[in-house]
T-cell receptor, first 116, second 109 residues
Framework: GAVVSQHPSWVICKSGTSVKIECRSL??????MFWYRQFPKQSLMLMAT?????????EQGVEKDKFLINHASLTLSTLTVTSAHPEDSSFYICSAPVGGTADTQYFGPGTRLTVL | AQSVTQLDSQVPVFEEAPVELRCNYS??????LFWYVQYPNQGLQLLLKYLSGSTLVESINGFEAEFNKSQTSFHLRKPSVHISDTAEYFCAADDKIIFGKGTRLHILP
């Protein structure tokens, strides 16, 4: 089946630094990828839709300048958490649909970010 | 905007008993509905989905869900649960996958 990978799987950083998280579709091309954030014992919150070759679409309440998304190729989307603070600590998950956007979404394993 | 409601945050049920996890959605346009499962310490996996056609969809491990347009529901059911079904279950809708808050299924021995 389709595979989506994320790197790194976990990262610890100091407050004020920036962290980049990569999401790759390993055996299929994805013109669209989604970025989610999952708080402990809570659901996934859609942060933004990453579009290859164009700007990302952010959900209401998500700071564009805080969470920079770049969809550089058909197999790679990156999420950069800029000037991270402890409240940004969370589990970040990406997903990509195989085929159309209504098709099955394949999720990455997630990246746990801890900001000290 | 699409929204998904899972009323039960936790559902305890005895092994081999039936279970229903409730999901309601709000939408006035075409609806795509999904159930995802997250086992302890694992990532999300698709359990089943409704895109069109038959309103009853089934998974390979005995779960089924029925799309009910009049009640705007997509409840997940299994006639007999096993310990291995212990997990968090997320209902989701729309092509951008808007998630419900999840329901933790506890299987009691």
């Amino acid at each position: 089946g389709a595979v989506v990978s994320q790197h790194p799987s976990w990262v610890i950083c100091k407050s004020g630094t920036s962290v980049k998280i990569e999401c790759r579709s390993l055996d299929f091309q994805a013109t669209t990828m989604f970025w989610y954030r999952q708080f402990p014992k809570q659901s996934l919150m859609l942060m933004a839709t990453s579009n290859e070759g164009s700007k990302a679409t952010y959900e209401q309440g998500v700071e564009k300048d805080k969470f920079l998304i770049n969809h550089a190729s058909l197999t790679l989307s990156t999420l950069t958490v800029t000037s991270a603070h402890p409240e940004d600590s969370s589990f970040y998950i990406c997903s990509a649909p195989v085929g159309g956007t209504a098709d099955t979404q394949y999720f990455g394993p997630g990246t746990r970010l801890t900001v000290l | 905007a699409q929204s998904v409601t899972q009323l039960d945050s936790q559902v305890p049920v005895f092994e081999e008993a039936p279970v229903e996890l409730r999901c309601n959605y709000s939408s006035s346009v075409s609806v795509y509905l999904f159930w995802y499962v997250q086992y302890p310490n694992q990532g999300l996996q698709l359990l089943l989905k409704y895109l069109s056609g038959s309103t009853l969809v089934e998974s390979i491990n005995g779960f089924e869900a029925e799309f009910n347009k009049s009640q705007t529901s997509f409840h997940l059911r299994k006639p007999s649960v096993h310990i291995s079904d212990t997990a968090e279950y997320f209902c989701a809708a729309d092509d951008k996958i808007i998630f419900g808050k999840g329901t933790r299924l506890h299987i009691l021995p």
